[in-house]
């Protein structure tokens, strides 16, 4: 667990989301936050006291981890403490031009970018960089600057892997969530793997949705400079769940992978469709007992009405 992590000395980087910052999809307008949640957070992941993460008025962060080819660069945004829905604004000046500053500098084989809020999806119901479409076009262009990068993102309470072409080559999202809590705590089993597979479209997915308890990893295997490679995977309770092998080299990265293709399984939408017909034919026995008893009050009061004045 995560004792285990801090017992061994390893490096634990991290930036907060929704839930963390205190306040479920929330941003700037929200009271919540202040200057002593931000260091409490990184109290917590034992940030140095001097990181400039401490003197900015949000977690944003970057670090250059390795040396020479074998350099990756991480950087971690923060899509909360100034994300101002009135004004479409996610980041802010402040940390858009640090993100700019960031991407142009530090040349390394690997950049991994950390956002809470998914990137490439365009599923219909979850709380993404699409709903703010100038934002998000903005930071594809920016990341259309380094060659092989992935993305971090979470918020969903399930995992999938998308992928989507850039003038660098193809760009890559590992979006995992949560390792506590899934859709499946507050949805039931089959209306929620039912919805997430078969009704909310998702076009640049490579693999299947994962809905259950799951974390993503990332494992580089260096080699030489002409078999690099990063393996991307969702990890669950029973092991890893998705797996796909990114070749850092430049072969046979000019596009995507094909996406992944949904098979509507007649089983699922049975039971979605019972379970529809059922939650409706309870809410017409709800809605036609109230009425019935409505009206035997009604009838009774009257002929209590009419006894009383005879």
Known sequence: GYQGFQSRRTKILGVWDDHDYGVNDGGASDPIYA????????????????????SRKGLYGSYLLGSGSHTVKLILLDPRSQLDRSTQSVLGAEQWAWLDRELKSDPSTLTILGTGLPLLTDRSYLDKWLLYPMERERLLGLLSRRPNSIILSGDSHFAEMQCSN???????????????HN???????????????????????????????????????????ESARVVLE????????????????????????????????????????????????????????????????????????????E
């Not at 200057?35 to 401490?54: I, T």
């Open 35 to 54: 200057s002593a949640v931000q260091d409490m957070f990184l109290d917590f992941l034992n940030e140095p006291d001097n990181s400039p993460r401490r």
């Open 166 to 180: 850039t003038t660098k080559g193809p760009l890559f999202e590992v979006q995992s969530s949560g390792m506590t």
């Open 234 to 309: 969702v990890r669950g309770r029973s092991g890893v769940e998705m797996h796909y092998v990114m070749d850092l080299s430049g072969v046979d990265r000019e596009h995507c992978p094909p996406p992944h293709q949904v098979e509507h399984q007649a089983v699922w939408q049975l039971c979605a469709v019972s379970l529809v017909s059922l939650v409706l034919l309870l809410l017409f026995y709800l809605v036609t007992y109230c009425i019935i008893s409505v009206y035997a009050r009604i009838l009774v009061y009257r002929r209590f009405d009419k006894q009383h004045r």
């Open 183 to 225: 859709c499946l705590d507050w949805i039931p089993d089959v209306l929620c793997r039912y919805y997430i597979k078969y009704v909310s479209e998702c076009p640049g997915c490579i693999t299947e949705p994962y809905i259950d308890l799951n974390y993503g990893a990332l494992t580089l295997m260096w080699g030489d400079e």
